[in-house]
């Protein structure tokens, strides 16, 4: 008999905790493009102060630490910390602090660009973007991004045929699911307009194929940077 237990969203962020020594491996890098684009829209440069949201291991806090960013990151995983600790060891401009995002409050506000590298969706909708704009200094910068899977015209079709697998556990997806290219994958500037506190959003759009062992798996990454506003209009849902 197979029991299907529901997992919340507080719960199921904290699962990558436990697999902590193998996410490192196991998770694509970022394309060198994004970082650059990321780097080229919030007018970065090196020494900047920035601010990372849930950096797990660090596989976007390495790039840019090596472009001689200042970063303060914030990792809700003990374990995830720990390894983030060691793979940035060599960075002594690096900080890791083990915590929540949302109730942490940094010694000095003030930075240049607070991000997030696919884990933007795991915090408080009601709590983000005003917690992202009291941090950043005026005329800062708010960016964040995702690792989601894409399926370009083409590509390794393993997945599709991996469906009725999920099915017999009836972890299938809905009816008329529609398996997206990188090209296809939403955006939430009208999430982002709609809370009064950021403007001039851009959007850019990525993807990197990586190989893996016999198949090949499609990752689409849609990056958000918008600027935060000095006179945030009324207050607007979060969302």
């Known amino acids: ?39 080229r829209l919030a007018r970065l440069r090196p020494g900047d102060r920035l601010f990372e949201v849930g950096c797990a291991t660090g596989k976007a806090t390495i790039p840019l630490a090596r472009r001689g960013f200042r970063i303060t990151c ?7 910390a720990a390894e983030a600790r060691r793979n940035l060891d060599g960075f002594p ?18 930075f240049d660009m607070v991000y997030a590298a696919t884990a933007w969706h795991w915090i408080d909708p009601a709590v983000r973007y005003r917690k992202a704009w009291e941090l950043l200094r005026e005329g800062g910068h708010l960016a964040f991004w995702s690792a989601t899977h894409a399926f370009p015209a083409g590509g390794d079709r393993f997945f599709h045929e ?5 099915d017999e556990i009836n972890e299938g997806l809905p009816p008329g699911t529609q398996f997206p290219e990188a090209a296809e994958l939403p955006d939430v500037r009208a999430q982002i307009e709609a809370t009064g506190l950021f403007t001039d959003v851009e959007i850019r759009r990525r993807l990197a194929e990586r190989p893996g062992g016999r198949l090949r798996r499609g990752w689409g990454a849609v990056l958000h940077v918008a600027r935060r506003r000095d006179d945030p209009g009324p207050s607007q849902p979060s969302g």
Do not use: C
Request: hydrophobic share 40%.
């Open 162 to 166: 991996l469906q009725d697998v999920y």
């Open 74 to 80: 914030v990792e809700l995983g003990t374990d995830l």
């Open 1 to 39: 008999m197979m029991v299907f237990v529901s997992i919340d969203r507080e719960q199921l962020r904290t699962t990558f905790n436990s697999a902590s020594s193998l996410y490192h491996q196991a998770k694509p890098e970022y394309p060198a493009e994004l970082f650059d684009e990321l780097v």
């Open 93 to 110: 401009r690096v900080t890791i602090v083990n915590a929540a995002f949302e109730p942490w409050e940094p010694p000095q506000a003030g």
